[in-house]
């Protein structure tokens, strides 16, 4: 079992910057990919990003490529995300998750990520 708890959300303008944290325990995260997810209110869980093992690969959303990164620090069993120059529909609950087997190669369907943080709020207002 992964337990994943996300921090970092919060309030602020569109143009902001914000950075997402996600510490992991349970089990040391050097062998999985790791990734976020977000739901905004009324939609369905939407892919942000995932990272390999080593941090070498990563992928994006459309909506979010050029501003956001993902980043690990295995040493530290954590997960970071940070957004820049972030827009009102950026608005969500943003969730730090783990792929099926911890395998980089899965899909952008949530079904395929089997642990889930608790999430953490970002509100952007414009």
């Known amino acids: 079992q992964v337990q994943l708890v996300e921090s970092g959300g919060g309030l602020v303008q569109a143009g902001g910057s914000l950075r997402l944290s996600c510490a992991a325990s349970g089990r040391t995260i050097s062998s999985y990919a790791m990734g976020w997810f977000r739901q905004a209110p009324g939609k369905e869980r939407e892919f942000v990003a995932r990272i390999s093992t080593s941090g070498g690969s990563t992928r994006y959303a459309d909506s979010v490529k050029g501003r956001f990164t993902i980043s690990r620090d295995n040493a530290k069993n954590t997960v970071y995300l940070q957004m820049n120059n972030l827009k009102p529909e950026d608005t969500a609950v943003y969730y730090c998750?783990?792929?099926?087997?911890?395998?980089?190669?899965?899909?952008?369907?949530?079904?395929?990520?089997?642990?889930w943080g608790q999430g953490t709020q970002v509100t952007v207002s414009s």
């Open positions: 998750v783990v792929p099926r087997s911890g395998n980089y190669y899965v899909g952008t369907s949530s079904s395929f990520y089997d642990y």
